[in-house]
């Protein structure tokens, strides 16, 4: 497989205005991890879990939607990366994708990091540019969770509390 920590990567930043711990809660919530991202089984947010992706597949960019990952890093409220790779290529490259929370004034900064897809062959570039359009989407997805998890009754960090 491939390196996945390789540094050809795109970086995007999105600010939600909610502390990092609610954000955290929600980006790493396997209940609703298909509804912004894509649907999993067995994904919790700890380091070696290993865990599937069940997406659409894309035969113009040599994309079987069947993807196995791996959780690399959980620090709880700050970075989630994961390694994945699509299961039914003969060859698979294990691609890295991480999420980075920083707390800024008004809320949080997530930085996104993920494969750039540079490569000569054509299949690579549609899947690169059809990651160029999923990220923005799933992310804003994402920031409507964080705000609809907002209206329950957890404080600023983002921890339930007990109310007895």
């Known amino acids: 497989m491939g390196d996945p920590y390789d540094s050809a990567d795109v970086v995007a930043d999105f600010f939600y205005p909610h502390p990092p711990g609610r954000v955290w809660n929600v980006l790493?919530?396997?209940?609703?991890?298909g509804d912004w991202f894509v649907e999993q089984v067995g994904f919790r947010p700890e380091v070696g879990t290993r865990y599937r992706l069940l997406d659409l597949p894309?035969?113009?960019a040599n994309y079987s939607g069947?993807?196995?990952?791996e959780v690399l890093v959980a620090t709880q409220y700050k970075k989630l990366a994961i390694s994945w790779w699509d299961t039914k290529l003969d060859a698979p490259v294990a691609w890295r994708t991480t999420w980075t929370l920083v707390a800024v004034?008004?809320?949080t900064m997530v930085?996104?990091?993920r494969p750039a897809f540079d490569s000569a062959d054509p299949a690579v570039r549609?899947?690169?540019?059809?990651?160029?359009?999923?990220?923005p989407t799933a992310m804003t997805k994402l920031g409507r969770l964080i705000d609809r998890a907002a209206t329950t009754s957890r404080d600023g960090?983002?921890?339930?509390?007990?109310?007895?």
Request: with cysteine.
């Open 28 to 33: 790493v919530d396997p209940d609703v991890m």
């Open 58 to 60: 894309v035969p113009i």
């Open 66 to 69: 069947d993807i196995a990952c």
């Open 105 to 107: 004034p008004e809320g």
């Open 111 to 113: 930085t996104l990091s």
């Open 126 to 135: 549609r899947m690169a540019a059809l990651s160029d359009l999923f990220w």
């Open 157 to 164: 960090d983002g921890v339930e509390r007990s109310c007895g």
